[in-house]
């Protein structure tokens, strides 16, 4: 059994910022690929960010240069920086992560429950 927990979200105003942790836990041999995805009022979940084990870092466009992705693999943790946040940032925010539970299992995909972000004055 692997958990997902996020924290971080809550109420900021326009321009400020927050930052997401994540927290992997369980049955865990190893982690590939960890995420960041939101879901906005309306609309459908999009990715956020994602970053491998070894670092490297993917990003949506709407993002890029105000949100930064990064991880501890010895924690199994993983953070999303955002800055400049605006109206619309809002959204829930849900970890993901490709886990191998055992080292003769296959990789499967896990999520959070999600943390709500809300950017308003």
């Known amino acids: 059994q692997v958990q997902l927990v996020e924290s971080g979200g809550g109420l900021v105003q326009p321009g400020g910022s927050l930052r997401l942790s994540c927290a992997a836990s369980?049955?865990?041999?190893?982690?590939?690929?960890m995420g960041w995805y939101r879901q906005g009022p309306g609309k459908q979940r999009e990715l956020v960010a994602t970053?491998?084990?070894?670092?490297?870092?993917d990003y949506a466009d709407s993002v890029k240069g105000r949100f930064t992705i990064s991880r501890d693999n010895a924690k199994n943790t993983v953070w999303l920086q955002m800055n400049s946040l605006q109206p619309e940032d809002t959204a829930v925010y849900y970890c993901?992560?490709?886990?191998?539970?055992?080292?003769?299992?296959?990789?499967?995909?896990?999520w959070g429950k999600g943390t709500l972000v809300t950017v308003s004055s």
């Open positions: 993901n992560a490709a886990v191998l539970p055992r080292y003769y299992s296959g990789y499967a995909d896990y």
């Open positions: 369980g049955t865990i041999f190893s982690i590939k690929a």
């Open positions: 970053i491998s084990s070894g670092g490297s870092t």
